[in-house]
Every structure is written in C-alpha cells, then in structure tokens.
C-alpha cells in the first residue's frame, strides 16, 4: 500500500514537539512545562498550519494538530492515561526526550537526575510494552562519551560518562538496548546522540527560552547582545586546553538539522527500513551521533556572534568549568550512509537564526506581542 493511503501514524513526544514538522506523522506532546513554555507548541503548530498547501487533505490538515498533554513521566499512571487514550496499538512510536540537562546541577542532586531522566524511562518503556508500542527514538547526548580517546568521534567509542547527568543517558541506552534484546522481535529502537544544539527556526517564532540566566554559551551570547543579561564580559572557561586556540571546541548544530535527524530515525524504524540488519546481534538496536563532524572553539563561536548581532563582545578568560572536556566533535558518517542525515545548516546560520529569534523575543515567550513589532 502507498504510504500516503495509510493512516498517519501516532508518534507521541516527550518533552515538546520542537520542530517537528511533518505530514506523515501526528503528533502527540507530552510535557511537564518544567523548562518549557506552553506559548511554544501553540506557535509550532501555528507553523505546520503555515506550511501546509493550498490543497491540503484533512489528513495534511489533521497532521498538522498538535495534541498537547501535561504528564509527569515519573508517575507511571499518568503515562498510562496517556495510552489508555488511544488504547492498544494507537500510538505507533515514541520519541523521548523528556530529561533534566544540567551538568553541574546533576552533580548536586543525582537522584533528581536518576528520577528523573533513568525511572522516568522505565515507566515509559514499561507502558509502551503494555500498549504495544514497542517503537521508540531515545534522546541521549554526548555527553555518554565522557572524554573521548579519538576525534572525531564513532559511536562504536566506549560509553563513560563523567557526571551523573550523562550517567542517565548511558543507563537510559542500556536500559532500551536490553530491552530489545529481549524482545528482538518485537522493539525496535534508536538513541540519537546530539552533539550541541543550536539556533532557532527561521521564522524566529521558536526557539530556546532557558529560565533564568542561561548556562549555555550560545544562548549566553544572545542573551547579552540583546541585554537580558547584563554582564560586561563573557566569562571563557579555561583557554589551556590542547586545541588550536586552547577552548574549548564543540560541535555545534542546528536544531532544524536536529529535528530533520528525528523524523529520519522514525521513517527507520519502519518495517521497510533495513537500518537493523547489520546489527550485531537480534537486537534492534542502534546508537546515531547527530553532529556536523565540524569542531568550533569558544573563540570562535563569540567571533560568529559578533558577525551575527554587531554586539560588541568583551571576554575574560577564568579558570575551567569542571566536567568540561577539551573537544567534542562528531564523526557523523554512520548516520549520513545508514539514515541520510546530513547537517546542512553553517555556524553563520545559526547564529542568524538564534539572534532572528531572540530580537523577535527579547523576553522569550513571555515577551507581550506589542513590543515585538518593531525589533528585528
Ligand atoms: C552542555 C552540557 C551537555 C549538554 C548540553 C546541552 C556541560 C559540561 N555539558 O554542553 O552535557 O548535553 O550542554 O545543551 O554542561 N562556555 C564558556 N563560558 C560560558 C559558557 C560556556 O566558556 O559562560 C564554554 C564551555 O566551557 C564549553 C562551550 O562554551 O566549552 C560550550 O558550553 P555549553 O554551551 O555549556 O555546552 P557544553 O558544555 O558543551
């Protein structure tokens, strides 16, 4: 049967439905608002409205409804009310991305962190199972390689996470990996590993709104620019690193390359994708590094920002960030040849779409509509 005679399939979405625009799949959002804003979803199916064409069926339109529901994963009836909605085999997979992120916070409260991100997955898992839906896209990170012994990275690199915070998505991995070993017939699943996210959509309609004062460096940067933040210099943590400019060098991508690298991990856990066949044992199982295999320093990434925003960035240099790793680049050719990801997007792209977006919401969604009209 051609795909677009089947009904869409049901994906259900922990932890915001982002950027996922599509017309194959309906989306279901789940969320604790813990970091998120509700303002978010309604301006993400705003866009997949925008997008559909003149023409569209009821099934491009019915795609194009997000359905938004508010469940703590770390309550397992509530997962269930969830499923129990749609009942056995309405919902055809999960992404879960749902997880607390901080480094330096999950070193303070590690059970927070194993509740969290670890029993939270568990609970899911165990749901799915119960309503036969044994596909999932996991969200892990990184972060699972700790500090790796070769760069660019391969996936086939030992997983030893440093913190807490990347414990969780290496139990999470092992956790799923189990499970579809155990049931090599029936799950069937994926663990995409981001490198580091960023930008915004192009439309500057959404983007990252972190609470309070950003940890993160390229919100940082926008932050300042657009004077949320108040600090007169960037503080660079460390520059005696054994790179070319002695910081730290990261693997930046966007997050319109991201959500394009979740809809190709969906498409393969279809029964037609052959992305499973040269696992090394039955179980259906495969980790993903989702980067650009292109490293920027910390230099570098404050240069592009100034291109970007004009804003005038000064910078001190002060002692290293504990858990921070010299370099994190992605070997991302395993995800090119198995699920034809490639992250097209540039730096400069980037950064033009996070300043789009933060100029657009100096205040995040909870900028007032009036005052956006005139900046950007
Ligand atoms: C961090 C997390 C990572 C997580 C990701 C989520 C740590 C150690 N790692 O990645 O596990 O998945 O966020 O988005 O927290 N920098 C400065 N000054 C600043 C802020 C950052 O010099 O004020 C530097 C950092 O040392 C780092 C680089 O900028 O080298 C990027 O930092 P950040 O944006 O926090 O990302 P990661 O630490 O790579």
Redesign the pocket.
């Given at each position: 049967m051609a795909i677009t005679d089947e009904p869409l399939r049901r994906v259900l979405v922990t932890g915001g439905a982002g950027y996922i625009e599509t017309r194959r799949y309906k989306v279901i959002s789940v969320d604790n608002n813990h970091n998120s804003h509700p303002k978010s979803l309604q301006r993400v199916a705003q866009l997949a409205r925008d997008a559909l064409p003149q023409d569209a069926s009821e099934k491009d339109k019915d795609s194009a409804e997000i359905e938004a529901v508010t469940c703590d994963l770390t309550k397992k009836d509530e997962i269930r009310g969830v499923f129990e909605k749609y009942g056995k085999g309405g919902i055809w997979g999960v992404i879960h991305i749902a997880a607390y992120?901080?480094?330096?916070e999950s070193t303070e409260v590690p059970l927070t962190y194993y509740e969290n991100n670890v029993s939270a997955t568990v609970y899911l898992l165990q749901v799915m199972s119960e309503y036969d839906c044994p596909r999932l896209v996991y969200s892990s990170?990184?972060?699972v390689y700790g500090t790796p012994p070769t760069i660019p990275i391969p996936e086939s690199t030992r997983l030893q996470a440093d913190?807490p915070?990347?414990k969780t998505k290496v139990m999470s991995e092992t956790i799923i990996q189990d499970l579809c070993a155990a049931e090599p017939q029936r799950w069937r699943a994926l663990s995409l590993r981001?490198f580091?996210?960023a930008g915004a959509h192009p439309s500057g309609l959404i983007g990252e709104d972190p609470r309070g004062r950003p940890?993160?460096?390229?919100?940082?940067l926008a932050h300042m620019a657009v004077g949320r933040v108040k600090d007169d210099k960037?503080?660079?943590?460390?520059n005696d690193y054994p790179t070319p400019d002695g910081?730290?060098?990261?693997d930046y991508l966007h997050v319109m390359d991201l959500a394009k690298g979740h809809l190709l991990a969906l498409d393969a856990l279809s029964p037609s994708s052959n992305v499973f066949d040269n696992c090394p044992t039955e179980a259906r199982f495969k980790a993903y590094n989702l980067g650009k295999g292109k490293g920027m320093s910390?230099l570098q990434?404050v240069e592009a920002m100034r291109k970007a925003t004009g804003f005038d960035y000064k910078y001190v240099i002060i002692g290293?960030?504990r858990?921070?790793?010299p370099d994190?680049t992605a070997d991302p050719t395993l995800a090119e040849k198995e699920l034809g990801f490639k992250a097209t997007h540039d730096l400069e792209t980037m950064c033009r779409d996070l300043w789009n977006w933060q100029t657009k919401n100096p205040d995040g969604y909870d900028t007032p509509e009036t005052s956006k009209v005139n900046s950007a």
């Open positions: 992120k901080a480094v330096g990170s990184a972060t913190s915070y990347g981001y580091n996210p940890g993160n460096l390229l919100p940082l960037l503080s660079v943590f460390g910081t730290c060098v990261r910390v990434i290293r960030r858990g921070d790793v994190l």
